[in-house]
């Protein structure tokens, strides 16, 4: 997942919340929470970096995590939430 | 530090910044008059929101972010302005999922319905047959909602929803039910029966068995994973080690609302009662002053006492369950479910009867007045 370049699926919208932010899938209706702003931040700026380790870097985020990034970032492209670019 | 922060559960217990699960009950007009109604619907009332005050209301949602609204009755089709007010939500990015009997689908409202985006239509049935279904919704009401169900197939709606209300004399018929909706293509969706609005009257006899709700949470664990239940069955929990899908928590004021027809907010459609009322969109603060500052609904997303059933082992998977459920029966809000699988329920209601106050009723009462029988006159 690190190497692709994606996107946030134009169906699905942000909704800000106190742990992170809700993501809902007009298409297929689905609703998923992004557990942390750090996600939300990450998500948000997938399209202005050519990839997704890319964005990691340009969102600050420490190595030790990309990990768990990469895990929340994999369901999020399951569920359709994310595409590729 | 990971990405999963507290469980999710934990996490909407807290409230959030906006309802996801928002009912709104157009109006208290209906065409039937259902035994279980949860909100005694039947009249109009004559201070239901214009149309104009509903936009602003849909204004105040579109800007709060809220992706999607339940919108029910009373029979919302009745609304003479069903129609734009669901074309206005629509296009303010606000998905549509509307429950109906369907008396008011015919050909071209199918078409019409069919030809829009982001809605979803819920026909309610409680029988898979006209004598089950009937002697709950009224005469006639079953051949009313399959033929709306044919409108929508020959329209080519796609996947509509059948929406049950389970209980003592429709549970030997999910299979049944579940073939109903294969057959059109359509999704099913079971909920519980609560003892709200004029369910209060009729849950004692209508409501399923101790058996019966093992053979409801059997069934689901069996062929549940394509049946929505929303929050409905997380009670039942308590009787085994696997949880239902679904949401497993009481949402009332933490991600659950009702706008009830005259604009009144509560915390979710089964407590029309004062004691859950918020406020209302006719407030100088509109809606979103009621969901994010009433006392109510920040008092609900306090952490809630086991009370009762904190010596329960149960109590992690059932979490005592439905807060309408307890209310209506006279339960207090940390004592058990009415349903409670290890059977501390029927004590409790118990105990509640013997106490001087009887249990709360509904507050709304929109039932058309009773048909008095015309007396035959004796020669
Ligand atoms: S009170 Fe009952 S019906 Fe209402 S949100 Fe809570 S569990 Fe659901
Ligand atoms: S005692 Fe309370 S927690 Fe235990 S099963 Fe009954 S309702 Fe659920």
Redesign the pocket.
């Known amino acids: 997942m690190l190497d692709s370049s994606l996107d946030l699926h134009p169906q699905v919208a942000l909704r800000p919340e106190p742990f992170g932010a809700l993501a809902y899938h007009y298409d297929t209706r689905k609703l998923v929470f992004l557990k942390h702003p750090d996600v939300v931040r990450v998500v948000r700026s997938l399209a202005d970096h050519a990839t997704v380790a890319d964005t990691l870097t340009a969102c600050d985020i420490d190595e030790r995590r990309w990990p768990s990034f990469d895990k929340a970032l994999t369901s999020l492209y399951e569920s359709e939430m994310l595409h590729d670019r | 530090m990971t990405v999963d922060t507290a469980p999710l559960v934990e996490q909407l217990k807290g409230g959030l910044d906006a309802p996801i699960c928002l009912t709104w009950e157009l109006t208290y007009a209906c065409n039937l008059e259902c035994v279980h109604c949860l909100s005694s619907s039947g009249r109009r009332d004559p201070r239901e929101l214009t149309t104009a005050e509903a936009k602003g209301v849909l204004d105040e949602l579109h800007d709060l972010q809220v992706f999607y609204i339940n919108i029910g009755g009373g029979e919302p089709m009745i609304r003479r302005d069903f129609f734009e007010l669901v074309e206005y939500s629509i296009g303010k990015g606000i998905g549509v999922k509307f429950s109906t009997n369907g008396a008011f689908i015919d050909a071209d409202k199918a078409r019409r319905l069919a030809a829009m985006d982001y809605l979803d239509i819920q026909i309610s049935l409680d029988g898979t047959d006209a004598a089950t279904n009937d002697a709950v919704r009224g005469d006639g009401s079953y051949d009313t909602a399959i033929r709306a169900m044919e409108h929508l197939r020959d329209a080519g709606f796609g996947e509509f929803k059948i929406s049950v209300v389970v209980t003592r004399h429709n549970v030997d018929q999910l299979d049944e039910f579940k073939a109903l909706a294969d057959e059109f293509g359509a999704q099913l969706r079971i909920t519980r029966l609560r003892p709200s609005g004029r369910g209060a009257d009729s849950w004692h006899d209508l409501h399923p068995t101790q058996a019966q709700q093992r053979q409801i949470y059997e069934w689901l664990l069996a062929k549940g994973d394509d049946v929505l239940t929303g929050d409905s069955f997380f009670?039942l929990n308590?009787l085994g080690e696997e949880p239902l899908p679904g949401l497993n928590m009481c949402g009332a004021g933490r991600v659950v609302c009702l706008i009830d027809p005259i604009g009144d907010v509560y915390a979710c459609p089964f407590v029309i009662h004062d004691e859950f009322k918020a406020g209302s969109v006719r407030d100088a603060g509109g809606f979103s002053d009621v969901w994010k500052r009433s006392d109510l609904f920040n008092e609900l997303r306090e952490p809630q006492s086991a009370g009762a059933?904190a010596s329960?082992g149960?109590?992690d998977a059932?979490?005592?369950?439905c807060m309408a459920a307890k209310f209506f029966v006279g339960i207090p809000l940390d004592g058990?479910?009415p349903e409670?699988?290890?059977g501390?329920?029927e004590a409790a209601m118990l105990a509640a009867s013997s106490g001087s106050v009887a249990p709360p009723k509904p507050m709304m009462d929109h039932s058309k007045p009773a048909r008095v029988p015309v007396a035959l006159t004796r020669r």
Do not use: F, K, N, R
């Open positions: 009670h308590a059933c329960c149960s109590y059932c979490q005592g369950g058990p479910d409670c699988v290890s501390h329920g």
